[in-house]
């Protein structure tokens, strides 16, 4: 990589991980993303979206420079282009970790194998598309960067730099979600996400009932704490942030501000930090987000425990959105008995002898006390 290419590259990623950092809504926060991306990654056109983590479906879509056809394009990728291909893509590059992929690569460079290809970029004259996938530890988002058939199709370089703002967008798109849930309120006031705002010598500004609930399940509180030094763990989130966006190391380039801790009362609390931007001359504030993790966020601490190998961790995912074993079979491309040993071998590891308690152990035990009883 060139010098100048690679100045480029870094500016880009700088600019992006301040966007994600920057307190804004998940639509917005694609918009910004995607120009912050354009000068060092060139492009005609670009689809993105923010995404349900639950199901993976597309919750809000943003489009640009996909106009040039007969008007129908939006009717045929959501009637059929989605549904067909590009939904059954996305959970692929999820089960995969696989945040990045060229259309080019991914059909064997027989692009008329894709129907996206055929139905939609084809026929508005554009032919190179470079997918990415915005994950913490669920699909929070995605976006397709398109050219044309006159220019070059995307280089390692730029796809790597890709794969490099991935992480940094997911953890954005994620925290845009919670402050959502935050701002809406719920129900049962003890799942209410909690949030803070730091001031620029990181003392608490101002802060939710909410947030003050979850920091006394993780310390004592001071009487004085708000004036004071703050909880370890947003002290912890706030300093990542600080990093991230003003690295002073390579090391701190890679850095997303997000921390998860388990509470007194043996929950699994997550903490995130984003930057709200300046206005009227005033500093950028730190916003925190704290919440319950989710089981999918922790899991990983369960699985790591037991020593599932990684294809056992994929028939074990399956397992817990109850897929049959024929399903997994299809899914990962192997025979019905080799699901069943890698699901016996779980069983073993994880010493329980059907699915139901397998899915307990692995994704919900010691995660959500209360729930299941002793």
Known sequence: MTGGVAVEHERALAEVRRITSAGL????????????????????????????????LMTHGIAEGMDGGSGDEGETFLDRVYFEEDLHQTRAMLREGRPVQLLSRSTGGRLDRSLRYRELLRPLGFAHELGGIFADGSAWGGMDLIRGADVPDFTDREVALVRRVAPHVGAGLKAAALRSGADAGRDDPETVPGVINLGPDGTVISHTPAAERWLRDLEDLHPAWRGGPTPIPVRMVAGALGRSLDPASDGDTGLVPRVRVRGRSGRWISLYASRAEPSAGRPGETVV??????????????????????????????????????EISTELFVSGHTVQRHIQNAFEKAGVRSRGELVKRLFFENLLPGVFGD
């Open 289 to 326: 987000v704290i919440e319950q993790a989710r089981p999918e966020e922790v899991a990983w601490l369960n699985v790591a425990a037991y020593g599932l190998s990684p294809r056992e961790e994929e028939v074990v995912r399956l397992v817990a959105r109850g897929c049959s074993t024929r």
């Open 25 to 56: 809504e998940g639509p917005e926060l694609l918009r910004r993303v995607a120009e912050g991306l354009r000068r060092a990654v060139p492009f005609d056109a670009y689809c993105a979206s923010t995404v349900d983590p639950a199901s993976n």
